[in-house]
């Protein structure tokens, strides 16, 4: 039974180790920048991942009389439990999992009407902080 136990707390801290390989590693309660696409490392046992944005702003080059609002897709592993959530950048904004609060800052560049902002080149200012 020992024996059994041990095999499955390495298997585990194996599969950790794996999902944690290619992350870039972030501090709790230190404003963070991150991107889409990229996997972040938080905690031993928290791991996040921004997998697309819906950027519904008002271009900086147009006059608005609604500002929009920018829908950020996670996928957060926590105690290898997956949640798939949306975070808003103007509401919504913070939501709490498990027992961490997640804010997001700021979103850029801001849209333009000129151009088209790839996923890749969003720049997501983040906090992450513990309950």
Known sequence: MIRHSIILTASVAALILLLAAGCEKVQVGEPFTCRVGQKYF?????????????????????????SGDVDLFFTINENLIRTD?????????????????????????LPRTDRE???RDYQIDMLIKEK
């Open 117 to 119: 902002t790839r996923q």
């Open 85 to 109: 959530t949306m975070i808003r950048l103007y509401r919504n904004n913070p939501i709490e999992i498990g027992d961490y609060s997640w804010k997001v800052l700021d979103v850029s560049p």
């Open 42 to 66: 938080v905690e031993s046992n928290l791991m996040f991942s921004i997998d697309s944005i819906s950027d519904y702003r008002c271009p900086e080059d147009v006059i608005c009389i609604w």
